[in-house]
C-alpha cells in the first residue's frame, strides 16, 4: 500500500526541512519523485496559458493549482540535489 503523501505539508515546502527530515527517516527521495511532479505541472499549463492569454484571472484557483505544482516540483529538485551533494559532493542537476 503507497505511503501518503505528506512531505511537502510537514516540511512546509522548504527542502533544507524536507532534507533532513528524510535523513533522519533514513529515506530516499528516487528520481521518479521528481519526474511525477514535473509532469503533474506540465499536465496543468496548457489550462494556465489558456487563461493568462485571455485574461482570465478570475480562474485563481487553476492557477494556484499550477503554482503549488510547480513548487513541489522545486521542493523534491531541492531535496534531490542536496542528497547528491551529501553522497558525491556535486550534482548534474
Known amino acids: 500500500m503507497p505511503r501518503e503523501a505528506g512531505l511537502f505539508e510537514?516540511?512546509?515546502g522548504n527542502s533544507l526541512r524536507g532534507y533532513l527530515l528524510m535523513k533522519q527517516s533514513g529515506?530516499?527521495?528516487p528520481?521518479?519523485?521528481i519526474a511525477r511532479a514535473e509532469t503533474s505541472r506540465k499536465r496543468r499549463q496548457r489550462r494556465v496559458?489558456?487563461?493568462l492569454k485571455n485574461g482570465g484571472v478570475a480562474e485563481i484557483l487553476d492557477l494556484e493549482d499550477w503554482d503549488v505544482a510547480y513548487q513541489k516540483?522545486?521542493?523534491y529538485r531541492g531535496i534531490r540535489i542536496l542528497f547528491d551533494l551529501e553522497r558525491k559532493g556535486r550534482t548534474r542537476m
Open 10 to 12: 510537514t516540511a512546509k
Open 27 to 29: 529515506a530516499n527521495l
Open 31 to 33: 528520481p521518479m519523485w
Open 49 to 51: 496559458a489558456d487563461i
Open 73 to 75: 516540483e522545486c521542493f
